[in-house]
Structures are given as structure tokens and as C-alpha cells.
């Protein structure tokens, strides 16, 4: 399939669903070859959906099953992408949980789960990135508009959040020399079930009222950051951070 992304090769995690679907479509339509991970065993029959549907674009697509938190599969799904099509060259974190509650109500478990899922799967696939992504590669970690404001009820995800911000950037000193660009993009509430899972009908119109027009942002509306953001011809960004949010960068309480 012709496309800027022809004869590439991409992960994106959390792919069935959501944001993730999103991007895998697009990098599909792109012309990109796509590896649709997901968590859950119960979404098998999402993920044969999803990779029908980026099959009939014209490209090549497998799903892959795995728990991320565990090293061994972070491996193992690298280790698959490889031996399917002999190369790797995208890598979209989207895996994330919401927590949302005050700090002090947080417990040990949903502290742990926040950081293994948000810090510790994108950390640990970019260090397989290192070795394993081809040259002129492109990472792109999604993490949150909340490490930028000061909003209660939020320190698990988005402090679970901020620490990728830092590996982005460490890591792209690090791995730029082969001309591979590492990123984040950090969305502002979106109408997804991921942001309605954790949010009441209050809170919903409270983020809403926070952008400038005063409505949650759409999936789509960040897909186009992504497409550029993977393009082979976006070289020269990196290390960077980008918000798409409506606006919505100043102090909330």
C-alpha cells in the first residue's frame, strides 16, 4: 500500500479501543504495517475486528496478546513483531489507567497498578526500542494534560504520568544518534470510555469548563499530532512534549 508509512512497521499498545484503535487505523491508512497489542484475553474478539478492519486498508496487521507489566511480555511482543515482518520502526504507548481519588484515600495496590501500567510498560519497551527498533524510528508515549496543572485527585495517574515526560527525553538523547524521535503527547479530557470510567456527570462538565471551548476534546482530534509526530519526515522533533488539550494549560483546582 502506497502511504508515507509504506514498508514501516508499528506497535500501539492498548490498540483496540479508544485512542489506540484510532492511531492504529491511521497509521494503517498511512500504509503502515500494524501489531494491535492488547491486555485483556476478553478483548480477543476486539482485536480480530480491529485487525480486520486495518487488513482491509491494505496493509498487513496481526493482534497480540499481553500483560506489559511483566517484562517477559514486553519481550515477547517485540520479539513478535520482529520475526512477523522482520522489522520495527513505531512505537505508540497508549496503555493507561486512571486513578482518581485524593491521595490520601489512594491505596497501595492502585499506587502500584498506576505506575506499573503508565511509568513501567512504556519505560521498559523503549529499552527494548534501543536495540531492536530499526534506524529513523519513531516513539510516541501518551501521557496527560494533568502533569501540567494543579487539579486535586489526580496524583496517581498523573504522577504515574510526569515520570514518562522525563524518560522521553533522556531517551531521546540517548537513542537519537540513529535518528530515531521519542515524544509524548499529553491529551486533555477526551469523550472516551476511558476518561468516563473514572469521572462522574459533575466532574465531566467541570473538565469541560476548563477549555477555552468549554467542551471535551474528541479522539480524533489528536490523531493528527500522532500522524506527524510518526512521520518519517518529522526528524527534527524530538524530545518534546505536546498538549492537545483546547486549551486547557492553566492552574485548576
Known amino acids: 500500500m502506497a502511504g508515507i508509512q509504506a514498508g514501516r512497521v508499528a506497535i500501539v499498545t492498548g490498540a483496540t479501543a479508544n485512542i489506540g484503535k484510532l492511531f492504529a487505523t491511521a497509521l494503517a491508512a498511512d500504509g503502515a504495517n500494524v501489531v494491535v497489542h492488547y491486555n485483556s484475553p476478553e478483548r480477543d474478539g476486539e482485536a480480530k475486528n480491529v485487525v480486520a478492519e486495518l487488513e482491509a486498508a491494505g496493509v498487513e496487521a496481526i493482534s497480540h496478546q499481553g500483560d506489559l507489566t511483566d517484562n517477559v511480555e514486553i519481550t515477547r511482543l517485540v ?21 482518581r481519588k485524593p491521595l490520601g484515600e489512594t491505596t497501595e495496590a492502585e499506587y502500584d497498578a498506576s505506575f506499573a501500567i503508565n511509568a513501567k510498560i512504556p519505560y521498559f519497551l523503549m529499552a527494548e526500542a534501543f536495540t531492536k527498533m530499526a534506524d529513523n524510528g519513531r516513539i510516541i508515549n501518551i501521557i496527560t494534560t494533568q502533569v501540567a496543572v494543579t487539579a486535586a485527585t ?33 491529551p486533555g479530557p477526551q469523550k472516551t470510555s476511558f476518561l468516563y470510567g473514572a469521572e462522574t456527570k459533575e466532574t465531566l462538565a467541570w473538565l469541560a469548563g476548563q477549555t477555552i471551548s468549554g467542551q471535551l476534546g474528541d479522539p480524533v482530534d489528536v490523531v493528527p499530532v500522532m500522524r506527524f509526530l510518526a512521520a518519517p519526515d518529522a526528524r527534527w522533533v524530538t524530545a518534546q512534549t505536546v498538549f492537545v488539550n483546547g486549551g486547557m494549560i492553566a492552574p485548576i483546582n
Not at 79 to 93: E, H, K, M, S, Y
Open 79 to 99: 520479539d513478535a513483531t520482529i520475526a512477523r515482518f522482520g522489522r520495527w520502526d513505531i512505537l505508540v504507548n497508549t496503555a493507561g489507567i486512571i486513578v
Open 154 to 186: 489526580y496524583s496517581a495517574y498523573a504522577g504515574s504520568k510526569a515520570p514518562v515526560e522525563h524518560f522521553t527525553k533522556a531517551f531521546a538523547k540517548e537513542i537519537g544518534p540513529r535518528g530515531v524521535t521519542v515524544n509524548c503527547i499529553a
